[in-house]
């Protein structure tokens, strides 16, 4: 630095002595003192919560201290050399530091910046991933107790009236039951998978009402993926909904229509709606498909109560 700020130092040794040592003793202190003042700053500002605000305060903050440094060093080596050294040469060396230190600080400061921009989206990203992991977990966990209360629900009813339909019941219901302890950990199944467990769960239902429930599958060369049970509690939804009688058969039909299965039924409400369902149904399944697809699901009621599930192809 002594060459590039002091052309006459190399006619002279002790100069070059002196400012070299001044150049030595400023950059010791401007690299340890803005290194010092850039940690005491984050312990005070976040990258991360105000990342602007962290920029402008430690810019201003360096410049300032850079600025007052320089000339603290300076009076003193004028001080203990009895020496000159603002009037001369040494004062190119004073602007020259602060430009540099200014360089330095800006891509010091933007670098930190970058990196606490990324770390914040990371760490957004992570604890996004985990809270939907834990959301859907939830979700999931919420199936299986509501599925098995309706179920045992309509056994208790049935012993009274036919004991060989109930010991049928009770055997299906535990073929049914395997798919929903086989399917708890899984995000989706295939919906060839589901279509099968469907109609094991739809002969239970048949034994309780017969002619009375009415479905009409067509899904034949659908390939898609489903949240586990989602037919199920949309079937289980209409028949828990709707008066289901001789003169009133509930209808309900499943089908492809562009991107969505389309579960449907005739509409024909009850006066008085059950109280002993935990009350999940279609808020839960909406919920699931928010992290299974980017579509929504589509409720329409007019004369007919219509829930569209967006498809998800199959990842294989």
Same mark, same amino acid.
């Given at each position: 630095?002594?060459?590039?700020?002091?052309?006459?130092?190399?006619?002279?040794? @002790?100069?070059?002595?002196?400012? !070299?040592?001044?150049?030595?003793?400023?950059?010791?202190?401007l690299w340890m003192g803005n290194a010092y003042l850039g940690k005491w700053i984050?312990?005070?500002?976040?990258?991360?919560?105000?990342?602007?605000?962290?920029?402008?305060?430690?810019?201003?903050?360096?410049? @300032?201290?850079?600025?007052?440094?320089?000339?603290?060093?300076?009076?003193?080596?004028?001080?203990?050399?009895n020496l000159k050294l603002l009037g001369d040469s040494l004062t190119d060396t004073?602007?020259?530091?602060?430009?540099?230190?200014?360089?330095?600080?800006?891509?010091? %400061?933007?670098?930190?910046?970058?990196?606490?921009?990324?770390?914040?989206?990371?760490?957004?990203?992570?604890?996004?991933?985990?809270?939907?992991?834990?959301?859907?977990?939830?979700? +999931?966990?919420?199936? =299986?107790? %509501?599925?098995?209360?309706?179920?045992?629900? @309509?056994?208790?009813?049935?012993?009274?009236?036919?004991?060989?339909?109930a010991v049928s019941f009770i055997k299906q219901l535990s073929e049914v039951y395997?798919?929903?302890?086989?399917?708890?950990?899984?995000?989706?199944?295939?919906?060839?998978?589901? +279509?099968?467990?469907? =109609?094991?769960?739809?002969?239970?239902?048949?034994?309780?009402? !017969?002619?009375?429930?009415?479905?009409?599958?067509?899904?034949?060369?659908?390939?898609?993926?489903?949240?586990?049970?989602?037919?199920?509690?949309?079937?289980?939804? @209409?028949?828990? %909904?709707?008066?289901?009688?001789?003169?009133?058969?509930?209808?309900?039909?499943?089908?492809?229509?562009?991107?969505?299965?389309?579960?449907?039924?005739?509409?024909?409400?009850?006066?008085?709606?059950?109280?002993?369902?935990? !009350?999940?149904?279609?808020?839960?399944?909406?919920?699931?498909?928010?992290?299974?697809?980017?579509? +929504?699901?589509?409720?329409?009621?007019?004369?007919?109560?219509?829930?569209?599930?967006?498809?998800?192809?199959?990842? +294989?």
């Amino acid at each position: 630095m002594p060459v590039f700020v002091c052309t006459s130092c190399l006619d002279s040794f @002790a100069k070059y002595t002196r400012v !070299g040592s001044l150049n030595a003793v400023m950059w010791i202190a401007l690299w340890m003192g803005n290194a010092y003042l850039g940690k005491w700053i984050d312990t005070k500002i976040s990258w991360i919560e105000r990342p602007f605000t962290r920029f402008i305060i430690g810019m201003i903050s360096m410049t @300032a201290y850079t600025i007052g440094i320089i000339y603290i060093i300076i009076k003193a080596f004028e001080w203990v050399l009895n020496l000159k050294l603002l009037g001369d040469s040494l004062t190119d060396t004073f602007q020259i530091a602060i430009v540099i230190t200014f360089i330095i600080s800006f891509f010091m %400061h933007s670098r930190a910046f970058l990196m606490g921009w990324k770390q914040a989206i990371i760490n957004s990203e992570v604890l996004k991933k985990e809270s939907i992991a834990a959301k859907y977990e939830s979700l +999931k966990n919420q199936v =299986n107790p %509501h599925f098995l209360f309706n179920s045992f629900n @309509a056994l208790s009813n049935l012993v009274y009236e036919d004991q060989d339909k109930a010991v049928s019941f009770i055997k299906q219901l535990s073929e049914v039951y395997r798919y929903v302890l086989d399917t708890r950990d899984k995000e989706v199944v295939n919906l060839e998978e589901e +279509k099968k467990f469907l =109609n094991s769960y739809l002969y239970l239902q048949q034994i309780r009402f !017969g002619d009375k429930l009415k479905l009409q599958v067509d899904l034949n060369g659908v390939k898609s993926m489903v949240a586990p049970l989602v037919l199920q509690m949309l079937v289980e939804n @209409a028949i828990k %909904h709707n008066i289901i009688s001789e003169e009133n058969p509930l209808t309900i039909r499943i089908y492809q229509e562009n991107n969505f299965i389309v579960v449907e039924n005739n509409l024909q409400k009850k006066t008085v709606m059950s109280e002993d369902s935990p !009350g999940i149904g279609l808020d839960n399944i909406q919920k699931r498909y928010e992290f299974l697809s980017d579509k +929504k699901v589509e409720i329409i009621q007019n004369d007919l109560f219509t829930v569209k599930l967006p498809i998800i192809p199959d990842s +294989k």
